[in-house]
């Protein structure tokens, strides 16, 4: 099992529609997550992070995390096509490690 | 421009090279961190530095890479006798004076092994 876990996509989202992208991670002593958007050919930068439990909102964007569960989501509400990009979930424990990434598109 | 800055943004070297890569952290973090990014892969973890001290190093391969982040000047990760297999992007990122927060990347240099 992979220690973070995201949906490769691509995922495909109508422009104005949420976008609602997932991860999930390994290791119960997970302490700090975060997400990251990367276009192509450039490097992440960062959207979210959360610590506690819940939700956490910061303009079109909300992150959720769930630490039973062992997820984290986020949640892109009105997409434009310039949130098109890489998504990347990071899970700090010992050290911080990414997922794969999720592809977002949003067609105008 | 206070963010983390990295050079040279691309490099090229022959198989047998060195490559040098520097990273000088935003203004006020310590915390100093490699990645390394395979095409169409994602990130991976390599090093973690303070000034002066290696804290983490468990994602650096064992031979031929070395990291520093000397008391003056940038952090270096140093990869001698580059193989085609180290063609990547390589990121650096800084982080406040606390372990692990939250973490802003350079734009990276693009090695690339001929």
């Known amino acids: 099992q992979k220690e973070v876990e995201q949906n490769s996509g691509p995922l495909s989202v109508p422009e104005g529609a949420i976008a609602s992208l997932n991860c999930t991670y390994s290791d119960r002593g997970s302490q700090s997550f975060f997400w990251y958007r990367q276009y192509s050919g450039k490097s992440p930068e960062l959207i979210m992070f959360i610590y506690s439990n819940g939700d956490k909102e910061d303009g079109r964007f909300t992150a959720q995390l769930n630490k039973a569960s062992q997820y984290v989501s986020l949640l892109i509400r009105d997409s434009q096509p310039s949130d098109s990009a890489t998504y990347l979930c990071a899970v700090i424990t010992n050290d911080m490690r990414f997922g794969a990434g999720t592809r977002l598109t949003v067609k105008p | 421009n206070a963010g983390v800055m990295q050079n040279p943004r691309h490099l090229v070297r022959r198989r047998g090279q060195e490559a040098r890569l520097r990273c000088s952290p935003m203004k006020g973090h310590s915390h100093v961190y490699w990645y390394r990014q395979l095409p169409e ?60 927060r939250e973490q802003y990347f350079g734009p990276g240099t693009r090695l690339t092994v001929t």
């Open chain 2, 41 to 100: 892969e994602g990130l991976k973890f390599m090093v973690y530095l303070q000034k002066e001290n290696i804290i983490d190093e468990s994602g650096m391969p064992k031979e031929r890479f070395s990291a520093e982040f000397p008391k003056e000047g940038p952090s270096i990760l140093r990869i001698q006798q580059v193989v085609r297999g180290d063609s990547a992007a390589y990121f650096c990122a800084s982080s406040p004076d606390r372990v692990w």
